[in-house]
């Protein structure tokens, strides 16, 4: 029997203490071979995945000793969290500990598409100086426009306030008398009302049978056409031929995607856009945020290992299974 296994590229110092206390197989390039990591699991007491990793009811009935899932993140689409749960498994996660980072790069998307600052670069680097063409726009006095007001849509309307901007926030779960609503001044109201008003749209919303596909054609069609789409939360959320056509068609002013339907992504004409920026799924990817992130289940982790309860846990602090 061994201990755990890592199938992703997921360090930090809480993990360089794991691997002294117990016995950790550090594969960061497994979530690449499904059935080799189906033909290890059952030797492991627990599993440490990022998002690439596919953590299906496959894997873990094959994962008999497994006590623990632990997730380096906020989402939870990668992992099937009913058969984990219904198999006695505590999936521990990282709720909160990367929003501040994911945050920050909505923002910087933001000032970005705004003063069209990586077509200015590439434009300055080929040896060009051509100021007027890259004249841009101010977020302040702009309307911000947050599809999800969680941690994170809540930490990006706190910075965007700071910019001088409205919010407007749509969310079909948030409490519209929360103070954090007080709080940003904001107003709740439905998805077509705030594609109507945003001048900025900002996508913060969980994967699920809801919201995949939620920005289709129709969906840009009813945004204004000065308008900016960002998105930091899942690519699959977005119809991504109906942005290439609402870009073309110019029923928006531009977009930034940090995420994609296919991660990597397919070739694209998005990638042929000079009002279209793109990132590999960076937006958790800083040295604070990480830290964060894998102190937290790494520590959950040795806690469970160690037959005690975990802090950041979906289901339930304890294994049920023994
Ligand atoms: C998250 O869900 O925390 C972020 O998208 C980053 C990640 O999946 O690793």
């Known amino acids: 029997m061994r201990d755990v296994l890592v199938t992703?590229?997921?360090?930090?110092?809480?993990?360089?203490?794991?691997?002294n206390d117990f016995d950790v197989v550090f594969e960061p390039d497994l979530w690449k071979s499904p059935a080799r990591l189906l033909d290890t699991i059952s030797e492991f007491q627990a599993i440490i995945v990022r998002n690439q990793t596919k953590v299906t009811a496959e894997l873990i009935h094959a994962a008999f000793r497994l006590k623990i899932i632990g997730?380096?993140?906020?989402?939870?689409?990668?992992?099937?969290?009913?058969?984990?749960?219904?198999?006695?498994?505590?999936?521990s996660y990282a709720p909160e500990q990367n929003s501040i980072s994911v945050a920050e790069l909505a923002m910087a998307m933001m000032l970005s598409l705004a003063r069209k600052i990586p077509a200015a670069d590439r434009n300055t680097r080929s040896g060009e100086w051509d100021r007027h063409q890259f004249s841009g726009v101010e977020l302040y006095g702009k309307t911000l426009g947050i599809v999800g007001l969680g941690r994170i849509g809540y930490r990006t309307a706190v910075r965007a306030r700071a910019f001088g901007m409205d919010i407007i926030a749509h969310d079909e779960y948030a409490n519209p008398d929360a103070v954090i609503?007080?709080?940003?001044?904001?107003?709740?109201?439905?998805?077509?009302?705030?594609?109507?008003?945003?001048?900025?749209?900002?996508?913060?919303?969980?994967?699920s049978h809801e919201t995949v596909g939620l920005f289709n054609y129709g969906t840009f069609c009813r945004m204004k056409p000065t308008a900016f789409f960002i998105n930091t939360s899942r690519g699959e959320v977005v119809d991504e031929e109906a942005l290439v056509k609402a870009l073309k068609d110019k029923k928006i002013a531009g977009a930034a995607l940090d995420v994609r339907q296919q991660?990597?992504?397919?070739?694209?004409?998005?990638?042929?856009?000079?009002?279209?920026?793109?990132?590999?799924?960076?937006?958790?990817?800083?040295?604070?945020?990480?830290?964060?992130v894998v102190s937290s289940v790494c520590r959950d982790v040795a806690d469970i290992?160690?037959?005690?309860?975990?802090?950041?846990?979906?289901?339930?602090?304890?294994?049920?299974?023994i």
């Open 8 to 19: 992703e590229n997921i360090v930090g110092s809480e993990m360089e203490t794991l691997k």
């Open 71 to 91: 997730r380096a993140g906020a989402g939870l689409d990668n992992i099937d969290l009913k058969t984990a749960t219904r198999a006695g498994v505590v999936v």
């Open 181 to 207: 609503v007080s709080e940003l001044r904001a107003r709740m109201m439905s998805l077509n009302e705030l594609l109507k008003q945003a001048d900025f749209v900002s996508c913060h919303i969980p994967l």
């Open 263 to 292: 991660e990597p992504p397919v070739k694209s004409s998005l990638g042929e856009m000079d009002n279209v920026i793109l990132t590999p799924h960076i937006a958790a990817f800083t040295a604070e945020g990480q830290e964060r």
């Open 305 to 321: 290992l160690s037959g005690r309860e975990a802090k950041n846990y979906v289901n339930f602090p304890k294994p049920k299974r």
